[in-house]
């Protein structure tokens, strides 16, 4: 059962989401909150597989929330998606910083929303191509982040190149498709690049290609 805490000021958005979740027979709403601050006290209360977040709410926001959930250990298994209004914009850059897994626009078709909670409970990034997109314009005019950088030289090739992969957005199966290896090696790789880099999903590990410059360097085969 994939639980889930939804966290936003509008009851009708609350209420529309908790009413098509529930139906489905694997998920469950454990909670609502109406901002930030009440959200993460009840994430630490009922420890949600995914906490369906809006970026802007009063007394808390969602990208303080993610920020602070990611910093707890305790909720080192609860996934953050963000929802949003506007599409992709510099909130969700902020929130993807922060530790969110994800993104999704408030008008979202009901299926997609089913298939996006999904995805973030198994601890997938939840990121469009659009977004993916709007990731490469923005990272490439810069320098990378020596920090960055840094972590990215702690894997080995094989590993850089894998977390290349996770940044154009491919899943392990595709992962091994490309590499010629098995789906169970991609995952391994994919969790010791994690383990390696000190990040919690596979989204940060997308922030992380992209703020290294890694994605952009030749030896991945990236342009």
Do not use: W
Request: charged content about 25%; glycine content about 8%.
């Amino acid at each position: 059962m994939i639980r889930v805490l939804l966290v936003d000021d509008q009851p009708l958005i609350r209420g529309g989401f908790r009413a098509l979740l529930d139906a489905e027979d694997d998920i469950a709403v454990v909670g609502e909150a109406p901002d930030g601050e009440q959200g993460l006290t009840l994430a630490r209360e009922h420890l949600p597989d995914v906490v369906l977040a809006d970026v802007q709410m009063p007394v808390m926001d969602g990208i303080e929330a993610t920020r602070r959930i990611a910093a707890d250990p305790a909720l080192d298994g609860c996934h953050v998606v963000i929802l949003t209004n506007y599409g992709v914009d510099e909130y969700v850059f902020n929130a993807l910083r922060a530790g969110a897994a994800g993104f999704l626009v408030k008008d979202i078709d009901p299926p997609e929303l089913l298939h996006g909670v999904r995805v973030a409970a198994r601890g997938e990034a939840l990121l469009a191509p659009a977004i993916t997109r709007r990731l490469i314009q923005e990272y490439v005019a810069r320098p990378p982040l020596s920090a960055s950088l840094a972590r990215v030289d702690e894997l080995t090739n094989r590993e850089q190149e894998v977390v290349a992969l996770v940044a154009r957005g491919l899943s392990n199966d595709e992962i091994a498709r490309q590499m010629v290896i098995s789906p169970a090696t991609a995952k391994t790789h994919v969790s010791r690049a994690m383990i390696k880099t000190g990040v919690r999903d596979r989204a940060q590990l997308v922030v992380l290609a992209y703020e290294s410059g890694l994605v952009t360097i030749r030896r991945d085969g990236f342009a």
